[in-house]
Nanobody
């Protein structure tokens, strides 16, 4: 069964840090581009960060310099280290697995709340 399971969301104060994790099953993890997206109510889903099978990473403009994406192919896991969090980072974060010729896979989402 193809599945992505996110964890690590929660409540954090402005300026704080969180690390999200996404564990994949049912796919050849190392061949997929893995990404993190987020979607606030009433807004389109936006790219936060992605990392290719070759470990090249790309970031959305709003998170550059604050967030870092990484992957551990031995653990079928992709991480998102989020530092200097702002209230506007509050939303649900989704893990994504994408590979040419294969169906895209989405996780169920994990909620991040940045508030004092």
């Amino acid at each position: 069964q193809v599945q992505l399971v996110e964890s690590g969301g929660g409540l954090v104060q402005p300026g704080g840090s969180l690390r999200l994790s996404c564990v994949a099953s049912g796919i050849i993890f190392g061949t997929y581009t893995m990404g993190w997206y987020r979607q606030a109510p009433g807004k389109q889903r936006e790219l936060v960060a992605l990392i290719t099978s070759g470990h090249n990473s790309y970031y959305g403009d709003s998170v550059k310099g604050r967030f870092t994406i990484s992957r551990d192919n031995a653990k079928n896991t992709v991480y998102l280290q989020m530092n200097s969090l702002k209230p506007e980072d509050t939303t649900v974060y989704y893990c994504n697995a994408d590979r040419s010729g294969c169906r895209e896979v989405w996780g169920q989402g994990t909620l991040v709340t940045v508030s004092s």
